[in-house]
């Protein structure tokens, strides 16, 4: 009954209601649909698509064995999907051909200067290759991570309008904690004395477990009429409790301001299990999407499926910045065509 009620309240006896039903049903699951791993779901955690000439792109992290580099799927409407396609044997980036030996995660795929780069995680440092197709191959001739006093994983490269390159990333110190810092040009390395942390889990809904190591991690980031949104997901990725919010500076470097809506994404709005770490992307027609994962069933959390939602931007009607909104009732889970399983 709680959601038909929802509809009739006011938003502060909404978000009331909400935490008090998170905080009564904890770390249990939610109900949802098993998924066999013989259908036609994508199995890729930590998904993000890249849209080139009329191609979508898909890229994520292969739960089943992470330690090959990266698979990509192809799709021309976003509903169905060809794949793997990769140069590679359908990877974009095969092992041996750029930095990592296993653990290789959270890809991001972007164009610049005429080559598509791929940050992503090996090892648990940051790389960047590069290529001359989104298909790959994805190399790098000097293969290297960036240097760092401590592991950091999930990149995600912003470049400005003026120019200026940010790599949005997390670094495990006492937590999982989101930080920024200025690349140089050539995406291999930080300027010294640009890194910032920006945000940690400090509210209820990024800890809901109660663990004693915070996440937040995963992070995009949106410019919208000069402001920039830092979307970033709180709650251990094994955990049902998995969930996206978001926060909101006039800087790149912030102060962020939280938003009052968090979380956006969560097992109660999208009625799955984990969802979250995911990339914002433009179709064809201009149209906002976040694609995530969510976890396998109701009992286990991996091999994680790749879902996407419509998003879009609404005004607060406060007189403040835009609000960034989820359309829960868009979800769909992308899939193979019957000609295309691999």
Same mark, same amino acid.
């Given at each position: 009954m709680i959601n038909p009620l929802l509809k009739i309240m006011s938003k502060p006896v909404q978000r009331l209601l909400m935490l008090l039903y998170l905080l009564l049903i904890g770390s249990n699951s939610f109900a949802q649909a098993d998924h066999k791993l013989t259908d036609r779901n994508i199995y890729l955690a930590d998904p993000t698509i890249f849209y080139h000439d009329g191609v979508y792109y898909l890229y994520g992290t292969? &739960?089943? &064995?992470?330690s090959k580099g990266f698979l990509v799927y192809s799709s021309k409407d976003l509903k169905t999907w060809g794949g793997p396609t990769g140069v590679s044997d359908g990877y974009a980036l095969k092992k041996g051909d750029a930095f990592g030996t296993?653990? *290789?995660?959270?890809?991001?795929? *972007?164009?610049y200067n005429n080559k598509f780069y791929m940050a992503y995680v090996a090892d648990e440092k940051i790389a960047v290759a590069e290529s001359n197709s989104p298909l790959g191959p994805f190399v790098q001739t000097d293969k290297k991570a960036l240097d760092a006093p401590v592991k950091q994983i999930d990149p995600f490269i912003f470049i400005d309008d003026d120019g200026k390159k940010y790599?949005? +990333?997390?670094?495990? &110190?006492?937590g999982n904690k989101l930080y920024v810092a200025e690349l140089n040009d050539d995406f291999q390395s930080i300027k010294e004395g640009t890194l910032k942390e920006c945000i940690t889990a400090t509210e +209820?809904? $990024?800890n809901m477990d109660?663990?004693?190591? @915070?996440? =937040? $991690?995963?992070? !995009?980031?949106?410019? +919208?009429?000069?402001?920039?949104y830092f979307i970033y997901t709180a709650n251990d990725f094994r955990s049902p409790n998995y969930a996206v919010g978001y926060a909101v500076s006039s800087s790149p470097y912030g102060p962020w301001e939280k938003s009052d809506d968090n979380p956006i994404i969560n097992k109660l709005i999208i009625g799955k299990n984990g969802p979250g770490h995911g990339d914002f992307f433009t179709d064809a027609k201009g149209k906002l999407h976040y694609? *995530?994962?969510? +976890?396998? !069933? !109701?009992?286990?959390? @991996?091999?994680?499926? =790749?879902?996407i939602v419509d998003a879009g931007f609404k005004p607060d009607g406060n007189?403040?910045?835009?609000?960034?909104i989820i359309n829960a009732k868009s979800f769909y889970y992308p899939q193979i065509s019957d000609k295309q399983k691999p």
């Amino acid at each position: 009954m709680i959601n038909p009620l929802l509809k009739i309240m006011s938003k502060p006896v909404q978000r009331l209601l909400m935490l008090l039903y998170l905080l009564l049903i904890g770390s249990n699951s939610f109900a949802q649909a098993d998924h066999k791993l013989t259908d036609r779901n994508i199995y890729l955690a930590d998904p993000t698509i890249f849209y080139h000439d009329g191609v979508y792109y898909l890229y994520g992290t292969v &739960d089943k &064995d992470a330690s090959k580099g990266f698979l990509v799927y192809s799709s021309k409407d976003l509903k169905t999907w060809g794949g793997p396609t990769g140069v590679s044997d359908g990877y974009a980036l095969k092992k041996g051909d750029a930095f990592g030996t296993q653990g *290789f995660w959270a890809p991001q795929i *972007f164009y610049y200067n005429n080559k598509f780069y791929m940050a992503y995680v090996a090892d648990e440092k940051i790389a960047v290759a590069e290529s001359n197709s989104p298909l790959g191959p994805f190399v790098q001739t000097d293969k290297k991570a960036l240097d760092a006093p401590v592991k950091q994983i999930d990149p995600f490269i912003f470049i400005d309008d003026d120019g200026k390159k940010y790599m949005y +990333h997390v670094r495990l &110190d006492k937590g999982n904690k989101l930080y920024v810092a200025e690349l140089n040009d050539d995406f291999q390395s930080i300027k010294e004395g640009t890194l910032k942390e920006c945000i940690t889990a400090t509210e +209820h809904w $990024e800890n809901m477990d109660n663990a004693p190591w @915070t996440v =937040t $991690e995963g992070p !995009s980031i949106i410019k +919208h009429k000069n402001l920039y949104y830092f979307i970033y997901t709180a709650n251990d990725f094994r955990s049902p409790n998995y969930a996206v919010g978001y926060a909101v500076s006039s800087s790149p470097y912030g102060p962020w301001e939280k938003s009052d809506d968090n979380p956006i994404i969560n097992k109660l709005i999208i009625g799955k299990n984990g969802p979250g770490h995911g990339d914002f992307f433009t179709d064809a027609k201009g149209k906002l999407h976040y694609v *995530f994962h969510t +976890h396998n !069933s !109701s009992t286990k959390a @991996t091999p994680r499926i =790749t879902a996407i939602v419509d998003a879009g931007f609404k005004p607060d009607g406060n007189g403040g910045g835009d609000k960034l909104i989820i359309n829960a009732k868009s979800f769909y889970y992308p899939q193979i065509s019957d000609k295309q399983k691999p």
